[in-house]
């Protein structure tokens, strides 16, 4: 089972959908669901994706065959592809992760729309949970 926030689907189907025609792929990280305000009936040690680097459409030397070059791999734990004109499914270009959010449009939370694959391209049993990380400053 792959646990993502509802918070971060919002952002990601944001993105996608700002991005059209035009695709976005950006690295997302996970957080212990004992960290989460929200997440009370899964396990403390489940991870969760709760969090997005910024893709930078302006750099191409950054993304190099759907990696981004600018944040350390370690860092994240899944990619986010939005494909605007394709389906909904894991491509050559996508397979760089443990796990692939991969939306298409209509840019919605649906079975049809967004999905979780690993890295071979098999969808994953996804659950959307109504969690969020805990506040952070700039100065943490």
């Known amino acids: 089972m792959v646990y993502v926030t509802r918070g971060l689907v919002d952002v990601l189907l944001d993105l996608a959908s700002d991005a059209d025609p035009d695709d ?8 212990p669901a004992s960290d989460l305000e929200g997440a009370d ?3 403390p040690e489940t991870p969760v994706f709760t969090d997005f680097f910024l893709p930078d459409p302006g750099n191409p ?24 004109v394709g389906e909904l499914e894991v491509t050559r ?8 959010f991969v939306a298409v449009p209509p840019w919605g939370v649906d079975e049809q ?4 694959f690993d890295r071979s391209g098999t969808r994953q049993p996804l659950e959307i ?3 969020s990380p805990p506040g952070q ?3 943490d």
């Open 24 to 31: 976005v792929t950006t690295g997302v990280s996970v957080t």
């Open 93 to 100: 270009r996508d397979d760089l992760a443990q796990v692939i």
């Open 113 to 116: 729309s967004f999905g979780a």
């Open 61 to 84: 030397v950054n993304a190099v065959f759907g990696v981004d070059l600018s944040t350390p791999a370690r860092q994240t734990q899944g990619r986010f592809v939005s494909h605007p």
């Open 41 to 43: 009936g899964l396990p």
């Open 137 to 139: 400053s700039l100065t």
């Open 129 to 131: 949970v109504n969690a």
